[in-house]
């Protein structure tokens, strides 16, 4: 019912932004999977690598794609700011981005050293930052 009354300026960003935040949610959940995997056995160096590499060349740009389309969507749209749902989904962006600078550097780390606490260390953030996408979400669809 709600994307009946919806104006047709928002249809595009917000389909980015749902793009980019499904695209994001797999892509952290994916590298936190390679991450479980590489903790132990012989291994553990090319499962390392795989993890950094999903970080690097999807997550990122996902992360990006979310949260131009959740900006370009805010400002296309008649959407109160103030809403509490509005204000998760920045602060769990915002902090995010913060999240997923350090887990990059740490994963570099962990692919350079074959492994080893560092790759458990990015395999925990991202299941933290997992966790918090799949809330965020929750609220972005139920609006409480």
């Known amino acids: 019912m709600l994307a009946a009354i919806r104006s047709g300026s928002v249809n595009l960003p917000l389909f980015l932004h749902v ?76 902090l995010g981005v913060l999240l997923l600078l350090v887990t990059l550097g740490i994963g570099w780390w962990a692919r350079r050293r074959g492994g080893g606490w560092q790759a458990r260390v990015v395999t925990v953030l991202l299941s933290v930052y997992l966790i918090l996408l799949v809330a965020t979400a929750w609220v972005m669809s139920a609006q409480p």
């Open 19 to 94: 793009v980019g935040a499904m695209l994001l949610a797999g892509a952290v959940g994916a590298t936190a999977i390679l991450g479980i995997a590489g903790w132990k056995g012989e291994r553990r160096a090319l499962l390392s690598t795989l993890a950094f590499r999903t970080l690097a060349l999807v997550v990122i740009p996902s992360y990006v794609l979310m949260r131009i389309g959740a900006q370009w969507t805010l400002s296309a749209g008649d959407y109160d700011e103030d809403a509490g749902w509005v204000g998760m989904g920045f602060g769990v962006a915002d």
